[in-house]
């Protein structure tokens, strides 16, 4: 469903679980940043209505979901600490060319969201079956769900705003170079990395 070409290494998910504070620290600042894309795009784009009002109603959920995942750290007697570069998402800003119409650069930022959500949604698949903890998959298990509604929003927008046939074909452009994107990356204790 998800589309991508290069699924992660399963050996990803003991990673993470061995160091659970740095996930969910990472994950924290993940659904801030996806809260923050919305909230971007609405200010960017204000004429196309429709987008707005989906970007307010996502905002107001990664929100929700960042303070989930804050109550998780609290609990666990862990803090917030500093938000890390996420390398996963750099490196994917710099397929699409900068320029072009409004419609073109409003397809390419919705376009990377959807693979970000999708991949967050594969990572959270993972954690939700691989995690020790049963309190913890469960989460991740939620989340995942949000993540794939999240998927198919933005990749469902970019088709409505962009030509259905080069939206496509950007669309598995992308998701190509995601996979050679990703065979750097899946080492490290964070949800992209």
């Not at 200010?43 to 960042?66: I, K, N, Q, W």
């Not at 938000?83 to 996963?88: A, H, I, S």
């Not at 469960?138 to 794939?148: G, N, P, T, V």
Request: aromatic share 10%; with cysteine.
């Amino acid at each position: 469903m998800l589309g991508l070409k290069l699924p992660t290494d399963p050996r990803w998910a003991k990673i993470a679980e061995k160091n659970i504070e740095e996930i969910l620290i990472d994950h924290a600042y993940c659904e801030q940043k996806a809260a923050s894309t919305a909230i971007s795009l609405i200010v960017s784009f204000p004429e196309y209505s429709d987008l707005v009002v989906e970007m307010t109603a996502l905002a107001r959920e990664e929100m929700g979901h960042f303070k989930m995942v804050h109550d998780k750290l609290l609990k666990r007697g862990f803090t917030l600490g500093w938000d890390r570069k996420d390398e996963y998402v750099i490196k994917l800003r710099e397929f699409f060319p900068k320029g072009g119409s409004r419609v073109t650069q409003l397809v390419h930022r919705l376009l990377i969201a959807a693979l970000i959500e999708a991949r967050s949604c594969e990572r959270f698949r993972l954690l939700s079956e691989e995690l020790q903890e049963e309190e913890l998959r469960e989460f991740y298990k939620q989340l995942m769900i949000s993540e794939a509604n999240h998927y198919t929003l933005f990749l469902n927008s970019a088709r409505k705003y962009g030509e259905r046939a080069v939206v496509d074909k950007k669309w598995q452009d992308l998701l190509t170079f995601e996979a050679e994107v990703m065979k750097d990356l899946g080492t490290k204790e964070s949800i992209h990395g």
